[in-house]
């Protein structure tokens, strides 16, 4: 089976973007420490985007294939009502889809303390560093087990 890890805008940049606050570390490093992580059997299908619809129509397939999703929607969180909606299809279909955030946004600007994902989704994990992917990938495990 596979689980979707869904990466919204300027999450390309990982590395380089605010190492303060996001760590050294880039995207394909968080692919490998997820495919360390998950068990034999799980695939890993980690993405990336800076645009909205590509990410809502990646929410819709997730819809069609029952996989879970672990989202990460960076800037899209605090605002994108379009995304929320779809992030809602997959739970309300049954589905399992967890908010992650690498930093703590609550810690930060006050704009980024709401979120119009969390609403609709599964459960939330946030100020853990790459390791906010990794205790989602265990709930799901856990949750589907
Ligand atoms: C983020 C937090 C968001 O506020 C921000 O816009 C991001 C990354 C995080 O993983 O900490 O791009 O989702």
Redesign the pocket.
């Known amino acids: 089976s596979s689980i979707l890890v869904l990466n ?4 390309g940049r990982l590395g380089s973007r605010e190492p303060d ?2 760590g050294d570390q880039d995207l394909p490093a968080l692919e490998a420490l997820l495919n360390a992580e998950a068990p034999e059997g799980t695939t890993i299908d980690l993405r990336q985007t800076d645009d909205e619809g590509t990410l809502i129509g990646w929410l819709h397939e997730a819809v069609d294939s029952g996989a879970p999703v672990i989202l ?7 605002y994108s009502y379009g995304l929320r909606d779809a992030a809602s299809l997959v739970t309300k279909a049954g589905g399992t889809l967890i908010e ?6 609550h810690a ?1 600007e006050e704009f ?1 303390h709401n979120s119009v994902i969390s609403g609709v989704a599964t459960g939330v994990i ?2 853990f560093g790459f390791e ?1 992917y990794v205790l989602a990938l265990s709930a799901i495990l856990r949750v589907r087990a």
């Open positions: 919204g805008p300027n999450l606050v996001y990460n929607p960076a800037a899209f969180t605090h992650v955030h690498i930093s703590n946004p930060r980024r946030a100020g906010s």
